[in-house]
C-alpha cells in the first residue's frame, strides 16, 4: 500500500515539473512573440534608424504573465500563493536590501572578469542603449520597465511559479533553485552573462525559498537592475571612486562581501525556518 501510494506520489511529482517548464517556457515565448508583434507594428521597415519603442519592449514583458493567469485562473487556485506572493516582515526587506546591495556589487565585478575572457559583441553593447535616456519620460519608462516591471514578472515566473512548482514536484529545494536558475539563465538568451545570471539566479532563488515569498528575491532583482541602470547613464570615468582602472576596488569588494554575509546571518535570524511552497487547494497538473 505504502508501495503503491509513494509511486503515485513520483508520478504526480514527474507531472507537476513536466508541466511546469511546459507552461514556464511558453509563457515567455508566448511574451517574446507578442513584443515581436507590438514592435514590429510600429516600426518603419523602410527607416534607417530601426529603434525600437521602448513602451513596447516593456509592455511585452508584461504579457509574458498572461498564460500562466489564465491557466491558474482556470484550475481555480489562489493567485497569490501560486505566485507566492506572501508579505514578509519589514525586518526582512531591510535585510534584503543590504544583500542586494551587496550581492550587485560582487555581481558587477564578476560581469568585469567574464568580459576580460569573453568580451561583449557589438549587438549585445548596443541593446544596452534600451536603458539610456535623455529625458524625464524616458526615465521614466526606462526606470519602469527595468527597475519594476521586469523583475516583477520574472520573480513571479521563475521563483514564484517555476520554482515553486519543482519544490513541490521534486520535494527538494536544493535542484529546484539549481533548475530554475538554470531556465532562468537559458532564457535570457545571452551566453556572455550566463555565469552572472545563473549565480544571481541561485541567490534570488534561496531568497524565495527561505521567506516564502517573492518580494525579498524581487527587492536584490530590481536593486541590481538599478545599479546596471544608474551606470549606463552615467558619464564615462564618473566611477573612478568605485571602479578604478576598469574593475570596483579592492574597499567596495570588501564592504560588499561584509554586507553580504551580515545581511544573509540576518536572514536567518529573522527566518530560522524555511517557508515551503504550498497549494493547499489542488494541484496545477
Known amino acids: 500500500m505504502n508501495r503503491d501510494y509513494q509511486q503515485i506520489e513520483e508520478q504526480n ?55 500562466l493567469v489564465f491557466i491558474i485562473q482556470r484550475r481555480r487556485l489562489p493567485l497569490p ?7 514578509v516582515s519589514p525586518g526582512t526587506l531591510r535585510v534584503t536590501v543590504l544583500i542586494g546591495l551587496g550581492v550587485s556589487v560582487l555581481i558587477d565585478e564578476l560581469d568585469r572578469l567574464v568580459a576580460l575572457v569573453f568580451p561583449l559583441p557589438d549587438h549585445i553593447t548596443g541593446s ?7 529625458t524625464g519620460s524616458e526615465a521614466l519608462l526606462v526606470a519602469a520597465g527595468t527597475v519594476v516591471i521586469a523583475p516583477l514578472v520574472e520573480e513571479i515566473v521563475f521563483r514564484g511559479f517555476f520554482q515553486g512548482q519543482l ?22 538568451f545571452n551566453p556572455w552573462w550566463s555565469l552572472q545570471i545563473y549565480l544571481l539566479g541561485m541567490v534570488l532563488g534561496y531568497l ?30 564618473s566611477f573612478s571612486w568605485y571602479a578604478p582602472g576598469g574593475h570596483v576596488s579592492p574597499l567596495w569588494l570588501g564592504v560588499a562581501a561584509l554586507v553580504t554575509y551580515l545581511g544573509f546571518r540576518s536572514l536567518l535570524v529573522q527566518n530560522p525556518e524555511p517557508i515551503p511552497s504550498d497549494y493547499s487547494r489542488g494541484d496545477l497538473t
Open 167 to 188: 519544490e513541490r514536484g521534486y520535494r527538494d529545494a536544493t535542484k529546484a533553485i539549481l533548475l530554475s536558475s538554470l531556465l532562468f539563465t537559458v532564457l535570457h
Open 13 to 67: 511529482g514527474r507531472r507537476q515539473v513536466r508541466f511546469a517548464f511546459l507552461a514556464t517556457i511558453g509563457s515567455m515565448f508566448f511574451g517574446g512573440f507578442m513584443g515581436a508583434v507590438i514592435i514590429l507594428a510600429f516600426i518603419n521597415p523602410a527607416s534607417p534608424d530601426l529603434d525600437l519603442p521602448r513602451w513596447a519592449i516593456v509592455l511585452s514583458e508584461s504579457l509574458i504573465l498572461l498564460p
Open 81 to 87: 500563493t501560486t505566485f507566492r506572493l506572501r508579505g
Open 128 to 134: 544596452m542603449e534600451f536603458l539610456t535616456f535623455s
Open 208 to 237: 524565495a525559498w527561505r521567506t516564502g515569498s517573492i518580494w525579498p528575491s524581487f527587492a536584490v532583482h530590481a536593486i541590481n537592475n538599478s545599479l546596471g541602470l544608474w551606470f549606463a547613464n552615467m558619464a564615462e570615468g
